[in-house]
């Protein structure tokens, strides 16, 4: 009776189970998901139906293709199938793979229309749904209903979250949910929690990730004990915590650091029997290429880069040597690299001999870096570096690889540098046509070869606005280096993106200077076309008018960049106008001064009815033009200083004038030039602007003004060049001391320091 009595319960419980998942309501979803509901009864199916579904649709999802997925899915509609909780939790890690929340969401609450109550996977698959597109509000909102209705979160549930907080750099949040997740680790089991769910234990995985976030934050102490910790547990079958300590210690920059890392790599193959595998050598590889090809850059000393070489060449043998090991196409592609850094092709004969002999596949990322090597290959060694080219990209047909946007940087690179015009623009066209979409470098590397062809080079500008790819350096580098054809409000603008980057960019100062010259004046030009005339009633005043015969080079110099201005403008009617600065000269395209891409809404407004002749305004509005123009060239100043720009003579012979009104910023300019430039003949000529700047504000120097006048002159006649002086070190210092006594007669309580007039200077602009 007892087992009759049982067997009747197992019946009733099925019985409940199977009206329990009966759907209560029809309705149409997402993919048609009950369209089957509204055509007529429900067919059951027997359960190995479903499986052979949800294994098709498991096995799409895993080659990633997610269209034949879902075309699945519609199929097992189609058929009447029910779909079961494993269906259910498919499609919603595939909508979150095709980054599309709102439809993993329209899943995850489907189920509750059939009646299956949502488990810790859903919860976590529509969890990494969210993360994956970064909406962090509806993760923790997700995180709040599983507490809510007692679902036990397990380790992927912190790892999603704290990789995804780890990722976006918000830390202090990765570290908050790794306390939660040790916190249930300390003291086990939540009174919340089923019984018999499984315990949280600390894993290779998450604690890679949590090694990760204390290296970033520079915590080398917290990152290091808990490596210990993972070591002290045995978990070390997969390295995946001491791989990512030791990638991450070696990509700092401090020395002591990476030697640091590298001693604790042989301290635990000694000590712990820990033993590397092919991720472990493929960072320490790397790490080696990179010293490799820095110090090569540089022009260290042979003995540094033989070091180098030989630490490369000992761990590439270690791990070849290593029967245990299967050396992917990744690493290959780095031993390529290494032979391309040294120009070894008998190394790379050997590297490829290698492939072949374990039968390694050729792929993409090989024959990318195949093409890197023979592009850096030097052309004058007796190879025909256009076969050799020309070769793999046969073989890319030939395998059936198809190009990347990457392989066409690298040939667009190649003809660039040759200067080959027709291979860019052609290489470029197949980009297009081939459906890639062209990148940064791309675009870059296309502007390089226009710059002498202002109309194509304009088209490829306006494509790059219009495209949405992320700027990076070198492309603001591109596009300031093509100053010529550029608006100047563009100009202004690419040029302060730059600058906001927080790095130094890789850009020569000389050419930066000039970029800064032509902002600069347009600011000035910018509040005379909104006033009608000077911002000054006279111009500034200069200590002596002397003119020089200019150098050969210099008035070719001169000439080439007109002929540069006037062929981007060839083709329109436009005027030019001559700006003359003592023996510099800078011309401005007329248009473009006056357009609404130079000047905004605002003074567009005040220009209504301007004329060339001086109007008559107040000194109010004066004043406030002549405040925003040297709020302007303030701000661009402090950012060049920052980051310790050396600007030319010509820049502070629109910077200084401009701030003449202002005797203590222009003496802070003229010191802080004295003390970061080594530029001896912008030495002399801030010198020379400074002389007229202090007698206009004072007449307590006269006699130091006249004596350093005769003395700039006489510095004029002894330069080697006369048309260019220069100021010798004994006349800089005396001028500095000039300086530091006027500037303690205005403000005595000072010292003669300027950093603290520079604070308040751009506090208050």
């Not at 790397?286 to 540089?298: A, D, I, N, P």
């Not at 080219?389 to 190649?414: A, E, Q």
């Not at 002086?725 to 320091?753: C, G, N, Q, R, Y």
Request: charged share 25%; glycine share 4%.
């Amino acid at each position: 009776m007892l087992v009759l009595g049982r067997a009747v319960s197992r019946v009733r419980r099925r019985s409940a189970l199977r009206s329990s998942q009966r759907p209560k309501t029809s309705t149409s979803t997402i993919i048609q998901h009950s369209r089957w509901y509204s055509e007529g009864p429900v067919h059951k199916e027997p359960v190995p139906e479903v499986i052979r579904y949800n294994g098709r649709i498991q096995d799409f999802r895993k080659r990633l293709d997610y269209p034949k997925a879902i075309e699945e899915y519609q199929k097992m509609l189609q058929a009447r199938v029910r779909p079961d909780a494993v269906t259910f939790n498919l499609m919603i890690q595939i909508m979150g793979r095709i980054k599309r929340p709102d439809k993993a969401q329209q899943f995850f609450d489907l189920m509750e229309r059939h009646s299956i109550t949502p488990n810790t996977l859903h919860y976590n698959a529509l969890l990494n749904a969210y993360c994956a597109v970064g909406n962090m509000t509806e993760a923790e909102n997700l995180l709040r209903d599983m507490r809510a209705k007692f679902v036990p979160r397990d380790q992927a549930t912190y790892t999603i979250m704290i990789k995804t907080y780890a990722s976006a750099k918000r830390f202090s949040d990765a570290e908050h949910h790794y306390k939660l997740f040790m916190d249930q680790v300390k003291y086990g089991q939540k009174p919340n929690q089923p019984e018999g769910s499984k315990r949280l234990a600390l894993d290779e995985v998450l604690a890679g990730v949590m090694i990760g976030v204390y290296l970033a934050q520079g915590k080398v102490t917290e990152a290091q004990a808990l490596l210990n910790q993972i070591l002290d547990f045995g978990l070390t079958s997969r390295a995946d915590a001491v791989n990512t300590f030791l990638s991450a210690m070696l990509s700092r920059p401090e020395k002591n650091v990476q030697a640091d890392a590298l001693a604790f790599l042989e301290d635990l193959k000694q000590t712990r029997g820990f033993k590397p595998d092919v991720v472990t050598y493929h960072a320490v590889l790397s790490y080696w290429l990179g010293v490799y090809e820095k110090h090569v850059t540089r022009g260290a000393a042979d003995d540094v880069c033989a070091s180098a070489a030989a630490a490369f060449m000992n761990t590439s043998s270690a791990m070849l040597e290593d029967s245990n090991i299967s050396v992917p196409d990744y690493v290959f592609a780095t031993l390529i690299r290494f032979a391309a850094a040294r120009h070894d092709l008998n190394l790379l004969e050997t590297i490829e001999e290698e492939m072949r002999r374990r039968h390694i596949p050729r792929t993409i990322l090989v024959s990318n870096t195949l093409l890197d090597f023979w592009v850096q290959y030097p052309g004058d060694r007796g190879v025909d570096i256009h076969a050799k080219l020309n070769s793999i990209v046969f073989d890319l047909k030939r395998y059936k690889l198809k190009p990347t946007t990457i392989t066409y940087n690298i040939l667009l690179g190649f003809y660039a540098s040759k200067n080959n015009v027709a291979a860019v623009t052609k290489l470029f066209s197949e980009v297009v046509e081939s459906n890639l979409r062209p990148d940064s470098t791309t675009y870059s590397t296309l502007l390089e070869v226009l710059r002498d062809q202002p109309a194509q080079a304009q088209t490829v500008i306006a494509e790059i606005e219009s495209s949405g790819i992320p700027f990076d350096e070198k492309l603001y580098i591109a596009l300031l280096k093509s100053h010529s054809i550029l608006p100047i409000k563009k100009l202004e603008r690419y040029l302060k993106e730059l600058l906001d980057r927080g790095v130094r960019p890789n850009i020569p100062s000389d050419d930066i200077s000039e970029i800064a010259e032509k902002v600069l004046y347009a600011y000035i030009m910018r509040a005379h076309h909104v006033l009608g005339r000077p911002l000054f009633d006279d111009p500034a005043p200069a200590p002596f008018a002397e003119k020089h015969e200019e150098p050969v080079e210099e008035v070719e110099t001169k000439k080439k960049t007109k002929k540069k201005l006037s062929s981007s403008n060839k083709n329109s009617k436009k005027t030019k106008k001559k700006v003359e600065e003592e023996d510099d000269e800078i011309e401005f395209n007329e248009e473009d001064l006056s357009e609404a891409d130079l000047i905004n809404d605002e003074d567009l407004k005040a220009l209504e009815g301007f004329s060339s002749a001086p109007k008559s305004v107040s000194k109010e509005q004066i004043k406030e033009q002549l405040t925003i123009a040297q709020t302007r060239a303030m701000s661009l100043y402090t950012r060049l200083r920052t980051y310790g720009i050396g600007l030319g003579p010509r820049f502070y012979k629109s910077m200084i004038p401009l701030f003449r009104n202002e005797l203590p910023t222009c003496l802070a300019i003229a010191q802080d030039v004295f003390q970061r430039t080594h530029k001896k003949r912008t030495h002399f000529v801030v010198a020379q602007l400074m002389l007229p700047v202090i007698k206009e504000e004072t007449v307590l120097f006269d006699s130091d003004i006249n004596e350093w006048t005769q003395r700039l002159e006489q510095l004029a006649r002894e330069s080697p060049n006369p048309a260019y002086p220069i100021m010798d070190s004994d006349s800089k210092t005396a001028f500095v001391a000039f300086l530091d006594k006027i500037h303690i007669s205005f403000k005595p309580a000072e010292s003669a320091s300027y950093s603290a007039t520079f604070n308040e200077l751009e506090t208050r602009l």
